[in-house]
């Protein structure tokens, strides 16, 4: 390591060469002290430019490896997670009496009242977003019925590793459909602005803006229960990465927006 380098930059280059390893073996290589090896080594956690490579058992030391560009904002949001467990595990052996106090602390804060304002507007939109779909499937039941019946009817029949690879056909099918609707999208645009007439009427326009919102919210249940399937709940929204709190449930806005309790007051009680 030279003078001019960072240990953060330390860590980084003998991390390039592709291989996995432990905080020790950092250490050992860029010449920094274990302390300040585990601590860049975070800080590039952090930053979604190195990950943990999964432990096969509980004694094994953590191994680290590069993080490719495609799974960085993945993994920072994974560190994100973890420094969040590691916080509420701290505030859940405090006693009631201190988890209240740190409470009225925070939503003291206006900063922090107004995140949480926002998490739980995010949460109940997902939620909307989830009854609609549910609407939506209902409204549509009776007209999907006799499919369900020959689906159903074929899929007994079929290899289902065969009705999966249709499946996902089917949606690459509806992927190419909405680039396609992108591009008409984008000529419309540009027919309004050259000044001339539009191709196609602003009531059909509307009905086309249904259908795709009808398959965005389609689309929303369908992912959160996949990542639920494949055992890794979505806790945040996978488009913008804003968290989406899992306990909003259970607070309401009179809760929050309620009057604020002077600090000399919350002593004296």
């Given at each position: 390591?030279?003078?001019?380098?960072?240990?953060?930059?330390?860590?980084?280059?003998?991390?390039?060469?592709?291989?996995?390893?432990?905080?020790?073996?950092?250490?050992?290589?860029?010449?920094?002290?274990?302390?300040?090896?585990?601590?860049?080594?975070?800080?590039?956690w952090e930053q979604g430019l190195v990950e943990?490579?999964?432990?096969?058992?509980?004694?094994?030391?953590?191994?680290?490896?590069?993080?490719?560009?495609?799974?960085?904002?993945?993994?920072?949001?994974?560190?994100?997670?973890?420094?969040?467990?590691?916080?509420?595990?701290?505030?859940?052996?405090?006693?009631?009496?201190?988890?209240?106090?740190?409470?009225?602390?925070?939503?003291?804060?206006?900063?922090?009242?107004a995140a949480l304002l926002a998490q739980l507007?995010?949460?109940?939109?997902?939620?909307?977003?989830?009854?609609?779909?549910?609407?939506?499937?209902?409204?549509?039941?009776?007209?999907?019925?006799?499919?369900?019946?020959?689906?159903?009817?074929?899929?007994?029949?079929?290899?289902?590793?065969?009705?999966?690879?249709?499946?996902?056909?089917?949606?690459?099918?509806?992927?190419?459909?909405?680039?396609?609707?992108?591009?008409?999208?984008?000529?419309?645009?540009?027919?309004?602005?050259?000044?001339?007439?539009?191709?196609?009427?602003?009531?059909?326009?509307?009905?086309?803006?249904?259908?795709?919102?009808?398959?965005?919210?389609?689309?929303?249940?369908?992912?959160?229960?996949?990542?639920?399937?494949?055992?890794?709940?979505?806790?945040?929204?996978?488009?913008?990465?804003?968290?989406?709190?899992?306990?909003?449930?259970?607070?309401?806005?009179?809760?929050?927006?309620?009057?604020?309790?002077?600090?000399?007051?919350?002593?004296?009680?």
């Amino acid at each position: 390591m030279s003078k001019q380098e960072s240990s953060r930059e330390a860590v980084l280059r003998v991390m390039r060469d592709g291989e996995d390893r432990t905080d020790r073996e950092i250490a050992e290589l860029t010449g920094l002290t274990a302390g300040r090896a585990s601590g860049a080594r975070n800080t590039l956690w952090e930053q979604g430019l190195v990950e943990p490579l999964p432990k096969q058992s509980k004694r094994e030391h953590s191994r680290w490896r590069i993080c490719p560009p495609e799974r960085q904002a993945e993994v920072r949001q994974a560190h994100r997670d973890m420094v969040e467990r590691r916080t509420i595990g701290r505030l859940v052996a405090k006693s009631p009496g201190e988890r209240a106090n740190i409470a009225v602390y925070l939503l003291a804060d206006e900063e922090v009242n107004a995140a949480l304002l926002a998490q739980l507007d995010r949460s109940r939109s997902w939620r909307r977003a989830r009854a609609r779909s549910s609407d939506i499937k209902r409204d549509l039941e009776a007209e999907r019925k006799q499919r369900r019946m020959k689906m159903r009817r074929a899929m007994d029949e079929a290899d289902a590793d065969v009705h999966f690879r249709q499946t996902i056909r089917r949606l690459r099918d509806l992927q190419d459909v909405l680039y396609v609707v992108g591009r008409e999208v984008e000529a419309e645009r540009a027919q309004q602005l050259s000044g001339n007439e539009p191709r196609i009427g602003a009531e059909r326009w509307r009905g086309v803006s249904r259908n795709v919102r009808e398959v965005l919210e389609v689309g929303q249940g369908a992912f959160r229960n996949l990542a639920e399937l494949m055992g890794r709940p979505m806790e945040s929204c996978p488009l913008c990465g804003e968290r989406l709190h899992n306990h909003s449930a259970h607070l309401d806005e009179g809760y929050i927006d309620a009057v604020a309790i002077e600090e000399a007051d919350v002593e004296s009680r």
